[in-house]
Structures are given as structure tokens and as C-alpha cells.
């Protein structure tokens, strides 16, 4: 079954084709036969394609919407699709399972729309492009970042506000990235044989957005994104844990609006804020390295000690861990900050082997912790549209997700 998985934004498009059934997901047979990506659809788009075994296609076109988007992609791709995927970031309190695209489905998308503005409308533009595109019968499943997070006790996603809160308008920690979580909790059971209920972690996705999850028997018990991805670590742009009376501080003393702050937190902050440089962490490092600056360094060492908060919190929260799972763009790529997070934590069982971590990049997966560290430190490098295109089988074909 060749299962087209997109992953679609207000403006862009990202997608892969993977040739993937029940008996290849056993034996992780899966193939991918296209990837790609199409940036600035409604002006002069750039359209970057991928297809196994062909040379690269990157050009600009001029394409209206997702649908010509859509139009634009297909015939490169040379193959038939019967089954589409789609990443669809909040599924709210009712959406908990990857499921089959029908009408319910979308009313349960659209009615999340005031907890992710800006990424579930984006995500029905994809379902309703490829509607229009391929027809009604076409098989669409739908798959939602929150979805993994929704075995999380209520003392984990309850807030310490009035419960009204929580009882009319749903505050509550959601968490995000759950794809990803999923996935390398998955590949880490596969790498070591163990089961689902034998598996204790804390997995860390480390890119532009950040996370960290708690997995106890398999699942999420607890995660550091909350209502909205700004919670938790400190990432690219978004600021992470802060104190609230921050906000009512700033615009007393700035004349700062809601919306003004809300971006500073969320497009001003993080890296990018306290460097005043750059939200790449590559960047970053550079800079620290040959010229020795201050705050770029200052931003790195803010970056780690959240993660490492984090880590201390999850492993009393799990009461011990099998585990320490790095991915994400830095978790998978970038040793130095991996060192430095897990520097000085022996009094908790942790210690990396400096070769095996300093090896293990580009895609590499594997057990970077030392001979004698009592918790394992893995790198598993996610990938989320593989587990949207087994879900998307599993959906057609009627099958218990695991």
C-alpha cells in the first residue's frame, strides 16, 4: 500500500510517500519512495522533491492553494497513492486514537481550532486538498500530536487553577510532539526486546520546538508542553516555563497588548531571545566556539539546564528509568549539547561514553551511555511520518493500533 502522509502549514506543504502494509510493519520492511516539501503556496511557491532512485526536482511554480499543491507534486511522483495520511496537531479530549477521515472526524478538528489557530486550520486545508483531489472514496486517516499524551493521569494534566477552568473551556496540559515520543519509544522496545509494559523512559525531542515526555509501561504519564507548545523547555523561539505575572508585568511597564506578548513569547524568546543571535543551535555553537560570545553561550547553558530540570522531575516522577531518549534535529545531531546536559548527573545513574556519543549523528541510533551508567542513554532518530503511514494502514485495514 503506498501511503501519501502530509503534513500540511497555512502556507506550505510536506509530504512522503511510503510503500508500507500489516507484513512489512512487522518486519519493518517499510519503504519510502518520495519526499518533499512545497514552501510559499498562494504566491511563487518552491517546490522540492525527492524521489527514490531519481535525481533531485527543485523549482518555483505559481500555485493558488493546497490543492494545486497537491496537482503539482503527483505526477513526479510517478506511482499510485491509496491511502493518505495526515499530521493533525490537536485532537482535543475527543480525538485520542489515530482514526479514518469522516464528516464527525472533521467537526472534531474544526471545534480544536480555538486550541491550535494556527495549525489546525492548516491541517484541514490538507484533508480537504486531498478530498477534492483524490474523492470521497480515497481511504484519509488521521493522526494528532496530542493523541500519545492522552493516557496522562488527571494530577498531570490538571493545572492548579479553579476547576471551572478546566470544566468549561478545557485548560488543561494537552502536550505535543506525541508522534515523535511514540515512535522513539517504539524503536527503542525493538532495539532492546523489551515490552510495552517493561519500558520505562524519558524521551527527549530537541529541534526548534522542544519536549520531553515521561513513559511509564509504555505510555505518556506525563509531558512538558501544556495547554499550547510554549510550555516546558526553552526552544528555538518560544520562551518555555515562565512565571505568569510576567505577562501583566510587561505590558504595565512595556504597554505591551496580549497579541505583542504573546508573540515575544512565542516568536522573540528562547535561543533567538537571549542570544540575540540566531534560533539554530549549529549556529550557536559556533559562535560560542570561535568567538567565545557570551550570550550565545549563555542561551546554550539556559537550553541545557531546562532539559536536565526536566530530567530530574521525569525520574522522580517514574521513580527510576530504563532510559534516556534523545531526538529531534539537536537531540540526533548535536553531541556537545548531549554531553552537556548529561555532565555531573552521576549521583543519578547517568553517564555517556564520549566516543560512542561523539560518533553517533546523521542519523545514527544508538547506546551512547557509559560501560557503568546504571540509566541508558539512547539517541533514536524519529520519524513521525513512518508511524502516520502504519497508522494510516492500521486504519484502513481495521487493525487494533498499538
Not at 519512495?33 to 522533491?49: P, T, W
Not at 526536482?57 to 513526479?76: G, N, Q, T, V, Y
Amino acid at each position: 500500500m503506498n501511503v501519501l502522509v502530509l503534513n500540511c502549514g497555512s502556507s506550505s506543504l510536506r509530504f512522503q510517500v511510503i510503500d508500507t502494509d500489516l507484513a512489512k510493519i512487522e518486519k519493518d520492511g517499510d519503504r519510502r519512495l518520495a519526499a518533499g516539501r512545497i514552501e510559499r503556496i498562494g504566491s511563487e511557491a518552491v517546490i522540492d522533491i525527492q524521489i527514490e532512485g531519481k535525481p533531485r526536482l527543485k523549482h518555483a511554480e505559481a500555485l493558488r492553494d493546497h490543492k494545486a499543491a497537491l496537482d503539482a507534486i503527483l505526477p513526479a511522483l510517478g506511482t499510485d497513492i491509496d491511502a493518505v495520511g495526515h499530521r493533525v496537531v490537536h485532537g482535543g479530549e475527543k480525538l485520542t486514537r489515530s482514526v479514518l477521515i469522516d464528516e464527525q472526524v472533521i467537526e472534531g478538528i474544526e471545534e480544536c481550532i480555538e486550541l491550535a489557530p494556527l495549525h489546525n486550520p492548516a491541517n484541514l486545508k490538507g484533508i480537504h486538498a486531498a478530498r477534492e483531489r483524490f474523492g470521497a472514496k480515497m481511504p484519509q486517516a488521521a493522526f494528532f500530536d496530542t493523541s500519545f499524551h492522552a493516557t496522562m493521569p488527571e494530577t498531570s494534566y490538571l493545572y492548579a487553577l479553579p476547576y471551572w477552568t478546566y470544566v468549561r473551556h478545557k485548560v488543561r496540559r494537552y502536550g505535543f510532539h506525541g508522534t515523535s515520543h511514540r515512535y522513539v519509544a517504539y524503536r527503542y522496545r525493538r532495539l532492546t526486546g523489551k515490552a510495552r509494559e517493561d519500558v520505562n523512559l524519558i524521551t527527549l525531542h530537541l529541534g526548534n520546538g522542544c519536549s520531553a515526555c515521561a513513559i511509564q509501561g509504555g505510555q505518556s504519564v506525563d509531558t512538558s508542553m501544556g495547554l499550547t507548545p510554549l510550555e516546558g523547555l526553552v526552544m528555538g523561539t518560544r520562551s518555555g516555563d515562565l512565571d505568569p505575572s510576567i505577562l501583566e508585568y510587561l505590558a504595565h511597564r512595556e504597554g505591551m497588548s496580549l497579541g505583542e506578548i504573546d508573540t515575544l513569547l512565542n516568536k522573540q524568546s528562547g535561543l533567538v531571545g537571549v542570544s540575540g543571535i540566531t534560533n539554530d543551535m549549529r549556529d550557536l555553537l559556533e559562535e560560542e566556539r570561535v568567538n567565545g560570545d557570551r550570550r550565545a553561550r549563555l542561551a546554550i547553558d539556559l537550553f541545557c539546564l531546562r532539559v536536565r530540570k526536566y530530567i530530574g522531575a521525569y525520574l522522580a516522577r517514574l521513580n527510576g528509568a530504563d532510559a534516556i531518549v534523545f531526538a529531534g534535529g539537536i537531540g540526533e545531531n548535536a553531541p556537545a549539547i548531549r554531553e552537556r546536559i548529561c555532565a555531573d548527573l552521576g549521583f543519578l545513574g547517568i553517564a555517556l561514553d564520549p566516543e560512542k556519543n561523539a560518533r553517533t549523528v546523521g542519523g545514527a541510533e544508538g547506546d551512547i551511555a557509559g560501560a557503568n551508567s546504571k540509566v541508558r542513554v539512547w539517541v533514536i532518530p524519529t520519524n513521525e511520518e513512518l508511524l502516520i503511514a502504519r497508522d494510516t494502514v492500521r486504519c484502513v485495514e481495521k487493525k487494533e493500533l498499538p
